[in-house]
């Protein structure tokens, strides 16, 4: 086939303890969900999810053991750190029923969803997208997926964010309002599920503002960690 110029290169992903790269389809990722995250968010935390996308290119991937380096992005004042799980999926599919999704599951990173906090709130007081509050270069940095069969049981695991060596976000992903199985189960009723798609799943309460030169490191139960600098 030929193009008129040459195609982007894949984006990818490490996969721990393998040469191997995880190629990234889509990002989705879900809202508010975490309780006390939707409650510091204004809402009640019984709606249903929200869902929402990031250009597959916005992925900053950090290999294991380095210190990956984020630009702080333009356009805004506020840039908020949102520590989050996130599940790497192997076998796609549609319709997909919560109480098989796991076999869809190739495996889980730890994340964190970027967010231009003020481009988002003001576009949410004129009702309008969101995306250029969450759709910028670098706003999905991603550590190394590890896969499902090494990762532990993920429902058990405790999920933080320290910024500068100072805790800011933790909590349990058993926490979660709706649980990876039912996650799937949601967006795969919306869209149909491919293998590379990676889901960032809600973060929990103490999102806050980092400034250039802070250093943010994510650490969830048996996943690699995630460390990232914004400069």
Known sequence: MRYVFAPPPTVSAPVAGVAERFPVHRIYCVGS?????????????????????????????????????????SLTHNLHHEVELVVAIGTGGRDIDAARALEYVFGYAVGLDMTRRDLQ??????SAPWCIGKGFDHA?????????????????????????????????????????????????????????????????????????????EATCTGLEALRVRVS
């Open 140 to 216: 999905a940095p991603l550590g190394p997926i590890t896969p499902s069969v090494r990762a532990g049981a993920i429902s058990a695991a405790e999920i933080a964010l320290h910024v500068n060596g100072a805790e800011r976000q933790r909590s349990a992903v058993s926490q979660m309002i709706w649980s990876v199985p039912e996650i799937i189960a949601h967006l795969s009723s919306a869209w149909t599920l491919a293998s590379g798609d990676l889901i960032f799943t809600g973060t929990p309460a103490g999102v806050g503002a980092v400034e250039r030169g802070d250093v943010m």
């Open 33 to 73: 969900n975490y309780l006390a995250h939707a409650q510091e968010m204004g809402r009640t935390g019984r709606e249903p999810p929200v869902f929402f996308m990031k250009p597959a290119d916005a992925l900053l991937p950090v290999e294991a053991g380095a210190t990956g380096a984020m630009p702080y992005p």
């Open 121 to 126: 709130s003001e576009m949410k007081k004129r």
